[in-house]
C-alpha cells in the first residue's frame, strides 16, 4: 500500500516500427568474442552463441546481437561474428530461430569499425575513416593504431560502403533477423563521420554537420530501402569518448541530425533512435564522466521532442537499473530502456526485473572472452527460489 510501483511501466506493450513488444527492457549490443574461427577474419555464431541469445529471449521482449561486421574489412576483433558470409548467415538462422521459438524479437546490429582496427585483422588493409587522424594508444593485437593510421575514405569508398550496409541488411533478413539496428555510436565508423574531432574533410561529407551527417542519411536511406524502414533503427551516442571521438558541441549537432532523421521522407525514416546516456563512459565512472562533459545538467532530453514530431520512437542506454528504468519511462524519457551488462549476467532480466528479484552481479573479466567460452556467457542462473 502506498509504495510507488517503479518497475510496471517497463512492462506496458510498446509498439517499435514493425514489432509488437510486450515489455520495454531491451537487450543492449555487447561484445562477447565467442564465436568460431573459420578463416582469417571470419567469425561463424555457433551453438554456445545460440544459447547465449536463447537464454536472453523473453516473450514479446526485443534484443540487439553483439555489433556485428558488415564485411570482411569492417572488422576490428577476434571473435566477433559478422553477417557477410553464407556460413555466418547460417549460423545467425539458429540464433534468430531459437529467439522466435521464445517470443522474442532480435535486430542485427550493423557494424563497420573503420580507424579502430589494425591490418593484421583486415588482411594487411590499411584502415579507413572520415579522414587520416589515427586512434591514441593500441589495438589487439598490440600494434599502435598510430602506425599505421587510417586512409581518408573516397567518396566513392563512401558510396561503396553505403551499398554494403544495405546488403548486410538483407544477409540479415535471409538469417531471420526482424530488423538490423545501425551503428552510429561509439567511436566506429559513422561516428567518426559524426564527431568533428575526427572529421577534417572539406567536401560534401564534411566541414558542417549537414555534411558531416550525409553518411548516416545516406545508410539510413539504402537500408531502409533494403529491408522498409520500419524494421531499422540506429543508435548514436553524442556524448561519446571511446576510441578518442570528443565533439566541439554535441547537444546542436545531434540535435542537427535528429532534426534531420526525423525530415527523412517515411519510407527512410527509422523506427526508432536509441542513445546512450551522457553519464556512461567506456572507462570513466559515471561522476568523471558528467564533471569531464563541459555542458551544464547534460541529458538526452532535448533529442526526444525533434523526434516525437517524426514519429520515431526512442531507446535509452547506459547505467540502467532496477531504481531508474522504470522512472525513465515514467518521465517520457524514453519509450523503452536498453541494458547491457545487467542482462549479460541475468538472462531472465525482464522477469527479475518485474518480479522485484536480486539481480546476479556481473564479472568484467568474463565480458569479451572467457576460458573456457561458457564462463561469464551462458553460466549465469535464471532466478529459482
Ligand atoms: C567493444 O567491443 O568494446 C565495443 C564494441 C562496440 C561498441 C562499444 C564497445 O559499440
Known sequence: MGSIDIVGPLFQPLRLGALSLSHRVVQAPCTRMRSTKESDGVFVPNDLNVEYYSQRASAGGFMLTEATPISRYAAGYPGVPGI???????????????????????????????????????????????SDIPITGNGLDGSEYAASPPRPMTVEEIQETVQEYAAAALRAREAGFDGVEVHGANGYLLDQFLHDNVNNRTDSYGSTIENRSRIVLEVLTAVAAAIGADRVGIRLSPYNYFQDTRDSNPNAHWLSLCSQIASLPSESRPSYVHMVEPRF?????????????????????????????????????????????????????????????????????????KDNLPLNSYDRTTFYGAMPAEKGYTDYPVYSK
Request: aromatic residues 10%; charged residues 25%.
Open 84 to 130: 557477410f558470409t553464407e556460413s555466418q548467415i547460417a549460423g545467425w538462422k539458429k540464433v534468430t530461430d531459437a529467439v522466435h521459438a521464445k517470443g522474442a524479437y532480435i535486430y542485427c546490429q550493423l557494424w563497420h569499425v573503420g580507424r579502430a582496427t589494425v591490418p593484421s585483422f583486415i588482411d594487411g588493409k590499411q584502415a579507413v575513416s572520415s
Open 281 to 353: 563512459d567506456e572507462v570513466l565512472d559515471e561522476d568523471a564522466k558528467i564533471g569531464s562533459l563541459a555542458i551544464e545538467r547534460p541529458s538526452l532530453d532535448i533529442f526526444r521532442p525533434t523526434l516525437k514530431k517524426g514519429g520515431i520512437a526512442f531507446l535509452a542506454a547506459g547505467n540502467f537499473n532496477a531504481e531508474n528504468a522504470g522512472p525513465k519511462i515514467v518521465a517520457d524519457g524514453a519509450d523503452a530502456v536498453v541494458f547491457g551488462r545487467w542482462f549479460i549476467a541475468n538472462p531472465d532480466l525482464p522477469r527479475r526485473l
